[in-house]
């Protein structure tokens, strides 16, 4: 699908905002917007929400033979995925420009900068090494994907943990996650990128443009540093030139913000840490604004009580003698099969006369109080009149079991 | 006949909610009394004496007999005497281009501005946005838009002029905007003079005396969409104690 067309007086006006240094959320020039990350519930599943841009970072591993010319080290992967889902221009499989361009980008500031010890991946030399895959997608695009990109490609590596592995002579024995924790990448140090948006031939720039502001500008300077200020990539696109002392400043701008999302990084995953450590709801559900007009929450409703009693006393009436309150001991009727509670022969109905049968052939003893209580109430369903099915949380338990 | 529905005002129905009509009988003599049919808006659908919700949303009605769902979407839909902003996107021949936002691109003839003749072609770059409604707008042909009304007059239609910022709204939104007595127009006029044009395409163009203004147009447009009605209001009382 095409992207919506740029109008001219929107390209004007963003223009000569950017000229008096107003942008179109209230930012200052080298602000940039609220970040956020999450993790899920696996190792190395993680999402970044920079603004309304988001996405989000899988870490996965398998053992692999390791390349030719180098025995002794593993393999890292790098993808992101443009999604249809992050704009309407993104096509499903297609390789477009911009997706090349991301790839690219990403894999120099993460694999060249040699942030991950790869050496520390090898099991056999020559033979079986860790081939590490970083799946980064694209959820929604309001600009600046790359920034979002790296900090989400980063903190997954950091996240994630790979099975542990034990080399006796020859055996070579991979634990699964039951038997023996598995352990963490060891990260060198954390490469971060920061884009920066030239307009008017490079006399204005902008940090961290967002999806307007992307369209509008001329040229685009990337430089991926870590927070010991050191650079480990630098990319010009758009054709700008650009002089010397403008790309010294954007390095020291870059360096300050970079230190800044380090350091919201590591709080993070110090979090997550602990959150997990106390056995704390850890994931995305956990993670999700409640409070927002989308989320699936609704005002309470009015409900009918008028005859609820009337109805309930004469349900209770109509229906046969109750479940017992307390479990009876399991009887042992044949050896291999155990009962608990007579099951459904107390209540003598036609129509049950198949389930009955059914469920004196079953054997666990656990499941079947449960299923006599789950029937017991769906046959009084049946015998109710009207069921009025609403919204109302005093009426959700009920529901439940009616299911 | 009503009182079914009337009974649902205000309910959030869903779509697959049906309301029976008893229709009447008897056959008048007289050719003056005509059987009341309601009037179905949007998200109500009518197969005989059938009436089927289509769109989950608010019932609402205006009397005496216009019954419509009050739903909430962003993507638009074109539909025919129905005014929008468009973004003019190529010429060529005799007819414009025009992106307004659904899933095909309108066609707006070089002939459908006042005072157009085959000598005197309108001002209109490709790129700048029109203010035109639709002529023929159904899902089996390409919609067309025109910015004359019946009589030939432009009626406030036509190409825009420069300046200004085009938002992306709701139309839900919108609809409250456009409505006779809008809360949220109301408190805008309080706040300081600008020039708003609606669009039921979901698009809203702003233009203030200052940029900063219109800016501040811009977000609290964008942000109304969220916010309830008290909280809107404690938006626009702090905007205006604040200064700017």
Same mark, same amino acid.
């Given at each position: 699908?095409?992207?919506?067309?740029?109008?001219?007086?929107?390209?004007?006006?963003?223009?000569?905002?950017?000229?008096?240094?107003?942008?179109?959320?209230?930012?200052?020039?080298?602000?940039?917007?609220?970040?956020?990350?999450?993790?899920?519930?696996?190792?190395?599943?993680?999402?970044?929400?920079?603004?309304?841009?988001?996405?989000?970072?899988?870490?996965?591993?398998?053992?692999?033979?390791?390349?030719?010319?180098?025995?002794?080290?593993?393999?890292?992967?790098?993808?992101?995925?443009?999604?249809?889902?992050?704009?309407?221009?993104?096509?499903?499989?297609?390789?477009?420009?911009?997706?090349?361009?991301?790839?690219?980008?990403?894999?120099?500031?993460?694999?060249?900068?040699?942030?991950?010890?790869?050496?520390?991946?090898?099991?056999?030399?020559?033979?079986?090494?860790?081939?590490?895959?970083?799946?980064?997608?694209?959820?929604?695009?309001?600009?600046?994907?790359?920034?979002?990109?790296?900090?989400?490609?980063?903190?997954?590596?950091?996240?994630?943990?790979?099975?542990?592995?034990?080399?006796?002579?020859?055996?070579?024995?991979?634990?699964?996650?039951?038997?023996?924790?598995?352990?963490?990448?060891?990260?060198?140090?954390?490469?971060?990128?920061?884009?920066?948006?030239?307009?008017?031939?490079?006399?204005?720039?902008?940090?961290?443009?967002?999806?307007?502001?992307?369209?509008?500008?001329?040229?685009?300077?990337?430089?991926?540093?870590?927070?010991?200020?050191?650079?480990?990539?630098?990319?010009?696109?758009?054709?700008?030139?650009?002089?010397?002392?403008?790309?010294?400043?954007?390095?020291?701008?870059?360096?300050?913000?970079?230190?800044?999302?380090?350091?919201?990084?590591?709080?993070?995953?110090?979090?997550?840490?602990?959150?997990?450590?106390?056995?704390?709801?850890?994931?995305?559900?956990?993670?999700?604004?409640?409070?927002?007009?989308?989320?699936?929450?609704?005002?309470?409703?009015?409900?009918?009580?008028?005859?609820?009693?009337?109805?309930?006393?004469?349900?209770?009436?109509?229906?046969?003698?109750?479940?017992?309150?307390?479990?009876?001991?399991?009887?042992?009727?044949?050896?291999?099969?155990?009962?608990?509670?007579?099951?459904?022969?107390?209540?003598?109905? @036609?129509?049950?006369? *198949?389930?009955? /049968?059914? %469920? +004196? #052939? &079953?054997?666990?003893? =656990?499941?079947?109080?449960?299923?006599?209580?789950?029937?017991?109430?769906?046959?009084?369903?049946?015998? @109710?009149?009207?069921? *009025?099915?609403? /919204?109302? %949380? +005093? #009426? &959700?338990?009920?529901? =439940?079991?009616?299911? | 006949?009503?009182?079914?529905?009337?009974?649902?005002?205000?309910?959030?129905?869903?779509?697959?909610?049906?309301?029976?009509?008893?229709?009447?009988?008897?056959?008048?003599?007289?050719?003056?009394?005509?059987?009341?049919?309601?009037?179905?808006?949007?998200?109500?659908?009518?197969?005989?004496?059938?009436?089927?919700?289509?769109?989950?949303?608010?019932?609402?009605?205006?009397?005496?007999?216009?019954?419509?769902?009050?739903?909430?979407?962003?993507?638009?839909?074109?539909?025919?005497?129905?005014?929008?902003?468009?973004?003019?996107?190529?010429?060529?021949?005799?007819?414009?281009?025009?992106?307004?936002?659904?899933?095909?691109?309108?066609?707006?003839?070089?002939?459908?501005?006042?005072?157009?003749?085959?000598?005197?072609?309108?001002?209109?770059?490709?790129?700048?946005?029109?203010?035109?409604?639709?002529?023929?707008?159904?899902?089996?042909?390409?919609?067309?838009?025109?910015?004359?009304?019946?009589?030939?007059?432009?009626?406030?239609?036509?190409?825009?002029?420069?300046?200004?910022?085009?938002?992306?709204?709701?139309?839900?939104?919108?609809?409250?905007?456009?409505?006779?007595?809008?809360?949220?127009?109301?408190?805008?006029?309080?706040?300081?003079?600008?020039?708003?044009?609606?669009?039921?395409?979901?698009?809203?163009?702003?233009?203030?005396?200052?940029?900063?203004?219109?800016?501040?147009?811009?977000?609290?447009?964008?942000?109304?969409?969220?916010?309830?009605?008290?909280?809107?209001?404690?938006?626009?009382?702090?905007?205006?104690?604040?200064?700017?």
């Amino acid at each position: 699908m095409k992207e919506t067309p740029l109008s001219n007086c929107e390209r004007d006006f963003l223009l000569r905002a950017i000229e008096e240094k107003k942008r179109l959320d209230g930012r200052q020039t080298y602000d940039y917007r609220k970040l956020k990350i999450t993790f899920g519930t696996d190792y190395g599943c993680c999402f970044v929400d920079l603004g309304q841009t988001r996405v989000m970072a899988q870490v996965s591993c398998e053992l692999v033979a390791p390349k030719e010319n180098r025995p002794t080290e593993g393999i890292l992967f790098f993808n992101i995925e443009l999604s249809p889902m992050a704009s309407p221009s993104f096509e499903q499989g297609r390789q477009s420009e911009l997706s090349v361009k991301l790839n690219r980008q990403l894999e120099r500031c993460l694999r060249n900068s040699k942030c991950i010890d790869t050496e520390s991946l090898c099991v056999v030399s020559g033979e079986k090494v860790w081939q590490v895959r970083v799946d980064v997608h694209t959820l929604n695009n309001d600009g600046n994907l790359m920034d979002a990109a790296s900090v989400a490609a980063i903190t997954a590596l950091c996240h994630f943990r790979r099975p542990d592995v034990a080399i006796q002579g020859e055996e070579v024995t991979v634990f699964s996650p039951e038997e023996r924790d598995p352990i963490p990448l060891s990260v060198y140090h954390m490469p971060i990128s920061v884009s920066f948006a030239f307009f008017q031939q490079g006399t204005f720039l902008l940090v961290d443009p967002c999806e307007r502001e992307e369209r509008v500008m001329d040229g685009l300077l990337m430089i991926a540093m870590n927070k010991h200020r050191e650079i480990c990539s630098i990319q010009s696109s758009g054709g700008i030139m650009l002089l010397k002392d403008q790309v010294m400043r954007c390095s020291k701008i870059a360096s300050v913000k970079v230190s800044e999302i380090t350091e919201l990084i590591s709080q993070a995953l110090l979090n997550d840490k602990a959150a997990r450590k106390a056995g704390g709801k850890c994931g995305f559900a956990e993670s999700m604004p409640q409070d927002r007009i989308t989320a699936l929450k609704m005002d309470q409703t009015d409900v009918e009580m008028t005859n609820v009693s009337q109805t309930g006393s004469g349900v209770i009436l109509q229906g046969d003698e109750a479940p017992p309150p307390t479990v009876p001991s399991p009887v042992v009727p044949v050896p291999g099969v155990g009962q608990v509670g007579q099951g459904l022969q107390s209540w003598g109905l @036609e129509e049950e006369e *198949e389930d009955d /049968d059914d %469920e +004196e #052939e &079953e054997s666990s003893g =656990d499941d079947q109080v449960e299923e006599v209580t789950q029937i017991k109430l769906s046959e009084k369903d049946k015998k @109710e009149a009207v069921v *009025e099915i609403s /919204d109302s %949380e +005093e #009426e &959700e338990v009920e529901v =439940d079991k009616l299911n | 006949m009503f009182s079914s529905l009337k009974e649902k005002i205000g309910e959030v129905l869903l779509p697959g909610d049906e309301f029976v009509f008893e229709s009447e009988d008897t056959i008048f003599l007289t050719d003056n009394v005509k059987p009341e049919r309601p009037v179905c808006g949007p998200g109500l659908r009518q197969s005989g004496n059938r009436l089927v919700v289509s769109k989950s949303g608010v019932l609402r009605h205006k009397p005496p007999h216009t019954f419509w769902m009050d739903s909430q979407q962003w993507r638009y839909v074109p539909a025919k005497a129905e005014t929008v902003i468009g973004i003019v996107t190529s010429k060529s021949g005799d007819i414009f281009k025009v992106d307004v936002g659904g899933s095909e691109q309108a066609s707006l003839s070089y002939l459908a501005f006042e005072g157009a003749t085959k000598r005197n072609r309108p001002n209109v770059q490709v790129g700048d946005l029109v203010f035109a409604q639709f002529t023929v707008a159904n899902k089996d042909m390409e919609p067309e838009l025109v910015c004359i009304d019946g009589s030939g007059r432009a009626n406030g239609m036509g190409v825009f002029g420069g300046g200004g910022l085009l938002l992306k709204v709701s139309l839900g939104l919108v609809r409250r905007l456009l409505a006779p007595q809008s809360d949220i127009r109301s408190d805008l006029e309080q706040l300081f003079p600008c020039e708003l044009v609606v669009g039921m395409n979901g698009r809203i163009w702003v233009r203030a005396s200052t940029i900063q203004q219109t800016l501040i147009i811009s977000n609290l447009l964008q942000s109304c969409d969220t916010l309830t009605a008290p909280q809107r209001r404690e938006q626009f009382r702090k905007l205006q104690k604040g200064g700017l």
